[in-house]
């Protein structure tokens, strides 16, 4: 049996595993919940009626995707000495991910919340199913996904310092921005400001992540359209668009933030969206493309010593990562 076979069959036993846990525990919450909204014999409060109606919804999911991934893990199991079925594990696992995450957002809109914790769990959730897709995917293409990596370790990097790049000119155009606005310079994303009486403490970094992940996204998914202007911009134009409505009500309903309106300017669909932001974003898929991206190649490959770059990459990531899980316990209004 090959590395690739013996990769799918161990992460379909996790599944198995997996899917029996959520089967078990989601109909227990889902039974809990249901119990709660219909009868509330004890005339529960508001939010535990809340919580009940959301658990009922999204354990009910659970239940769903825990059968799912039961027959996702045995199919990998089967089907682990047959790469030309191996199709039939990829589409199983897309389906256990999407359950997953769908049955975790409702959750967290139950509670109206979702805290770095419940990230954390989703995250680790998601790796068996991840796992498997890729075993899944080594079994259909033969390809050892290991050697792909690291003949692809520089532009992977590449990729890293454009997120990290992207993530501190967004720090810098928003903290310019309140700055003009309202003549204060604030603490934004992960550059926390700390007061020992009257002293101030800065630590953490001038990085956003939403700016990180959007412009890393945009430079190098719309990169193979670099001589194709036109299109660039009305398929850029349409995606972020697409992104940001849906950001818009993912802030909303999972944390109660409205971070934007439109509902003051021409054309635009329940003040999430119009026509000028979208505009905008088809100007900026292109200026990023052909102005941005030639320039971080630039700058990356100014710096010749690459095993410290790589170091520098590597523990600007850790350290991102540090501070985004910390600021939720040390500022607990942050999101």
Not at 16 to 36: E, Q, R
Not at 52 to 76: M, N, P
Not at 95 to 109: P, Y
Not at 259 to 288: E, K, P, T
Request: with cysteine; net charge positive; aromatic share 14%.
């Amino acid at each position: 049996m090959g590395k690739s076979s013996k990769f799918l069959k161990v992460t379909g036993i996790f599944m198995i595993i997996g899917g029996c846990f959520a089967i078990i525990s989601g109909a227990f919450v889902f039974s809990l919940g249901a119990f709660v909204v219909f009868s509330d014999m004890y005339g529960l409060s508001e939010l535990t009626s809340k919580i009940g109606r959301f658990s009922e919804i999204s354990f009910g999911i659970s239940v769903l995707g825990g059968i799912v991934q039961l027959i996702t893990g045995f199919a990998g199991v089967r089907i682990s000495k047959k790469p030309e079925k191996a199709n039939t594990c990829i589409i199983l696992g897309i389906v256990t991910t999407v359950f997953f995450i769908t049955s975790h957002i409702l959750g967290s809109i139950g509670i109206g919340a979702l805290s770095t914790f419940d990230l954390i769990c989703v995250i680790l959730g998601l790796l068996v199913p991840i796992v498997y897709l890729i075993s899944a995917i080594r079994l259909k293409t033969k390809i050892d996904l290991v050697e792909v990596v690291i003949e692809r370790k520089e532009m992977i990097f590449e990729i890293f310092f454009t997120f990290i790049i992207c993530g501190f000119i967004g720090w810098l155009f928003e903290t310019v921005e309140v700055w003009i606005h309202y003549g204060t310079l604030t603490d934004r994303g992960i550059l926390f400001i700390s007061w020992i009486g009257s002293f101030p403490i800065v630590w953490g970094l001038p990085f956003i992540m939403m700016y990180g992940i959007g412009g890393a996204v945009l430079i190098w998914c719309f990169k193979p359209l670099k001589n194709e202007p036109v299109r660039l911009f009305f398929i850029g134009m349409f995606v972020l668009t697409v992104f940001e409505y849906v950001t818009s009500v993912i802030c909303e309903y999972a944390w109660g933030l409205i971070l934007w309106d439109y509902s003051h300017l021409f054309m635009n669909f329940q003040g999430r969206i119009c026509i000028s932001s979208s505009l905008a974003w088809g100007i900026l898929s292109v200026v990023s493309v052909k102005l941005l991206s030639p320039l971080f190649h630039r700058m990356y490959n100014k710096i010749t010593n690459v095993r410290i770059l790589h170091a520098m990459i590597i523990l600007l990531l850790v350290y991102i990562a540090v501070c985004y899980s910390l600021r939720h316990v040390l500022f607990p209004g942050m999101v």
